[in-house]
């Protein structure tokens, strides 16, 4: 046996596997030290005529196969206008990434957003972010 190194019986890690794939099926996996909620924020650029560039910034500790952002929604005065789905399959490229709509603003709008962790939930701060439609030149 090598110095420092621990010696397991066949039954104890069959017994710990088990107690392990229990607790997982269960839900109760050991949450990661740095996990949090996803928190969002809210950018825009101006395009021609009353057409807004929104992009929501979403940032989040954790990213791999159990721990994920599941999905991200664009709001306009409440109602929901854009929709990002993620899978365990198909996640964000990274812990913090940015999706962005092209949106026309007809009336002063206020925009939002929520961002949703499978494991911890969503946001409860969802940003804010009033566009007006660009007034036509004189």
Not at 8 to 13: A, G, M, V
Not at 25 to 40: C, K, M, R, Y
Request: aromatic share 10%.
């Amino acid at each position: 046996m090598v110095e420092g190194s621990h010696e397991i019986s066949r039954r104890d890690f069959l017994g710990q596997l088990a107690i392990m794939a229990v607790s997982f099926a269960a839900g109760s996996w050991p949450e990661p030290a740095l996990a949090n909620i996803p928190t969002v924020a809210l950018r825009v650029i101006g395009l021609d005529g009353n057409q807004f560039e929104v992009t929501i910034n979403v940032f989040h500790k954790g990213n791999n196969v159990f721990h994920y952002v599941n999905k991200v929604v664009l709001f306009a005065d409440g109602k929901e206008i854009e929709f990002w789905g993620y899978s365990w399959r198909r996640r964000p490229e990274a812990e913090n990434f940015s999706v962005r709509t092209k949106v026309p603003v007809t009336k002063e709008t206020v925009f939002s957003a929520m961002a949703n962790c499978n494991r911890h939930g969503e946001n409860e701060d969802r940003g804010r972010l009033v566009l007006s439609p660009k007034l036509a030149p004189k």
